[in-house]
């Protein structure tokens, strides 16, 4: 299978994910010295890492010219690594200054972008959302030409600022509230790939399934290594595991890391499956990260296949962390240290500042930590209040929506309806 198809279908026709065949070695580890960076190095800078990492990938795919304008144009936002005030070598990576202030943008923008350069036809993107996924790929996706997007998301079940974000009307974009469960709309998704109405049209996924995903949220695992003298410990606010498979895979790579922490609320397969490899999949619990509430994390098996493939495991480990300590972690956090968190990335904190949390030896540490931070606090203004007393400042991309036109369709939960809108906009 080639990149190309493996980023235009998303899943392979059995059900299963792609994986690369072999992860080449990066050539900015392979002089040996370099391999933990270090300031001296001078990879600073976010742009010049992303197209160095990315034409190793796309080595044949893209020329070197179009990769530079397609990460110019993806990547068009901070990335900033926030040291925590009276915490030493503790860092929090912001990952949520693009449009839609999540992580997510970073996936979705690049994978809009190489869908367009490699579509030789009209493409459609279909997306059952519940939460930064969908707004993420309208936004990142909008205005691309041959990329369609239609976004199912579940009436009543996302956030007042969530629901903001997905029904801002956007060029190429379909918004649609279906009037039942993100199930429902999950179901709807995956129909709509073998419905015969919808036979020998382009569809794909945007769900961190498609590995066009994981690339680009490689690059700022190794732009900060870059950045530090000694290798760092990651650690990673998780539930599809897509963004753990991504340091991962940088790991494979050549990147130095001291390793790597799962982070989960409590929908904690992971953990559970770490202390015990007859663990299951359960489902699906409501915490305060909802962006987390994964019971069958999607991007599982992908790395049960890296750990394998290289026994990384030794390298991973994973913690399990309750509402209540969440809460808590985002009032210390203001209170002492003056940064204010989202629920998701205090999920990430609390492993480093409550380590009795974890199994996780981390209290000892001689690494530098960095915590991904996936969303911007001011995307969850109720719970970062009532935990911490205070209104997050809302940022431009957010002020904008204010009196956005808006655009929508309501729907009832059935494959057909939704197989005749995409005949309809295709
Ligand atoms: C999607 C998401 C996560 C979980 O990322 P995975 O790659 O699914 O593990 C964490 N935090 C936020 C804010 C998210 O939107």
Redesign the pocket.
């Known amino acids: 299978m080639s990149f190309r198809e493996a980023l235009l279908t998303g899943l392979a026709p059995d059900g299963g994910l792609y994986l690369p065949v072999r992860i080449p070695e990066l050539p900015m580890f392979a002089t040996p010295g370099r391999r933990a960076g270090g300031r001296g190095v001078g990879e600073r800078d976010f742009r010049e890492t992303a197209r160095k990492v990315l034409s190793v990938w796309l080595d044949g795919i893209l020329d070197g010219n179009a990769l530079g304008d397609l990460v110019d144009d993806a990547f068009d936002f901070p990335v900033p690594i926030v040291p925590v005030q009276g915490l030493d070598q503790t860092f929090v990576l912001e990952l949520?200054h693009g449009p839609t202030l999540?992580?997510?943008d970073f996936g979705a923008r690049f994978l809009g972008r190489m869908l367009g350069e490699l579509t030789r036809e009209p493409v459609t993107i279909l997306v059952a959302t519940s939460?930064?996924?969908g707004s993420?790929v309208a936004d990142g996706c909008s205005g691309i030409p041959g990329v369609r997007v239609v976004l199912l998301y579940p009436k009543g079940q996302v956030s007042p600022t969530q629901e903001r974000q997905l029904m801002v009307d956007r060029p190429g974009v379909t918004a649609v509230r279906i009037n039942g469960s993100f199930d429902d709309c999950q179901r709807m998704v995956k129909g709509a790939f073998s419905h015969p109405a919808l036979d020998g049209l382009r569809l794909t996924t945007a769900n961190?399934i498609n590995i066009g995903r994981l690339l680009p949220?490689m690059v700022y695992y190794i732009h900060t290594a870059l950045q530090f003298e000694r290798p760092p410990l990651f650690v990673?606010?998780?539930?599809?595991?897509?963004?753990?498979?991504?340091g991962v895979m940088a790991g494979h790579s050549g990147m130095a890391a001291a390793g790597f922490v799962?982070a989960h609320n409590e929908n904690d397969f992971f953990p559970r499956w770490l202390a015990d490899r007859t663990a299951r999949f359960a489902p699906s619990r409501q915490t305060l990260?909802n962006?987390?509430d994964?019971g069958a994390?999607?991007?599982f098996e992908r790395l049960e296949h890296l750990f394998r493939a290289a026994g990384a495991h030794a390298s991973v480990q994973a913690v399990r962390v309750s509402d209540a300590a969440t809460t808590h972690t985002m009032r210390l956090l203001w209170e002492r240290h003056g940064y204010l968190a989202?629920p998701?990335?205090a999920v990430g904190l609390t492993a480093i500042l409550n380590p009795s949390h974890s199994s996780v030896q981390i209290a000892n540490r001689t690494c530098p930590v960095v915590v991904l931070s996936?969303?911007h606090p001011a995307?969850f203004p109720e719970i970062v209040k009532s935990a911490t007393g205070q209104t997050p400042d809302v940022p431009v991309q957010l002020a904008q929506l204010e009196g956005a036109a808006t655009r929508v369709r309501d729907m009832d939960a059935d494959g057909d309806h939704v197989a005749e809108l995409i005949r309809s906009i295709y």
């Open positions: 949520f999540s992580f997510k939460g930064d996924t993420a961190s949220q990673v606010p998780s539930g599809n595991l897509g963004n753990l498979t991504a799962a990260s962006a987390m994964v994390p999607s991007n989202d998701h990335t996936t969303a995307k």
